[in-house]
């Protein structure tokens, strides 16, 4: 049995150790609340591009010239892979499972006959991926906590330059969707070719139908006129639209992330507490079997004098 000291110092340091996680449970709330506030102030600019880059795809349909970003491969040898995972740890299964089903997407693919490029977001799973022996194209660190539509932009960037460079065939996006603090999912989303890729993602609802569908309907199948000429213009647009693409999927990715941790944070400080009143129970009984052998030794001393 543990001694009185010993277990003193144990209930010493899951002290401690309540103290740490309930401190990283408020930052990661905290955080958390500005992610949301993030994801809800780029969604009416994303529901508005989506809108804008289907209407221009399909009033222009058959005049457009030749944009390799809508063009479907006749044949997938490729498929480039981007993991969104976290710079940092201790956020429960958050990064564990989008390794886990990029590594089943490897596996799927290569079942069609497909090869897989991996490129990773996160120290976490850039980590990991290499410890496993994947090979990662592209490694984009140190942003999780606050991705920037700068950060978006290079790494849609380099997508769309391997897409276009035909070094890959289709681009998929896989990351933790948000939807509260105690639920995140992993979600897949191909990113390019844009004919594949969705017009309206999930928790992005679609814009009212008009009021007049007649109207629109003009509007659909009018003649439009490219200022500056659509080869120049067009190419901008999807451009920008897989930019934002990217941008959603780094903004869900960090909400997801404060979400799992501070729930992660909360199981702790809570068993950290549950180990605490365990450890004081423990406590008292090692106390009194002390105190009950001393009196025992007491007895038997004036005993062996009697």
Request: glycine share 6%; proline share 4%; charged share 25%.
């Amino acid at each position: 049995m543990a001694t009185q000291k010993e277990v003193k110092n144990r209930i010493s340091s899951v002290k401690n150790i309540h103290k740490i996680t309930r401190a990283m449970e408020m930052v990661a709330a905290a955080s958390l609340r500005r992610a949301e506030q993030r994801i809800a102030a780029m969604r009416p600019y994303a529901q508005a591009i989506r809108k804008m880059a289907r209407q221009v795809s399909e009033a222009a349909l058959g005049t457009i010239p030749r944009i390799p970003l809508l063009e479907k491969r006749d044949k997938t040898e490729t498929v480039g892979v981007l993991l969104v995972t976290g710079d940092r740890g201790l956020a429960g299964s958050f990064n564990t499972q989008i390794i886990r089903e990029g590594l089943r997407l490897k596996s799927e693919f290569r079942e069609d006959g497909s090869s897989v490029v991996f490129s990773v977001v996160g120290r976490r799973g850039n980590s990991t991926m290499q410890f496993r022996g994947e090979d990662v194209a592209n490694s984009y660190v140190g942003f999780t906590d606050r991705p920037g539509f700068v950060n978006a932009r290079e790494i849609s960037h380099d997508m769309i330059q391997a897409y276009v460079d035909g070094d890959v065939d289709r681009v998929d996006l896989v990351y933790n969707r948000y939807v509260s603090p105690l639920t995140q999912y992993v979600r897949r989303q191909t990113l390019l070719p844009l004919e594949e890729a969705e017009v309206y993602g999930e928790g992005i609802p679609e814009p009212e139908k008009p009021a007049d569908e007649e109207l629109a309907e003009a509007h659909m199948h009018g003649s439009w006129d490219y200022e500056p000429e659509p080869e120049e213009l067009l190419p901008m647009l999807f451009e920008e639209y897989a930019s934002l693409s990217v941008y959603r999927a780094l903004l869900e990715s960090a909400a997801s992330e404060h979400g799992a941790r501070m729930t992660a944070m909360r199981n702790a400080a809570e068993n950290a507490q549950d180990m605490i009143q365990n450890l004081t129970l423990e406590m008292n009984r090692v106390r009194q079997a002390e105190i009950t052998q001393e009196i025992l030794e007491v007895v038997a001393g004036a005993e062996a004098l009697g």
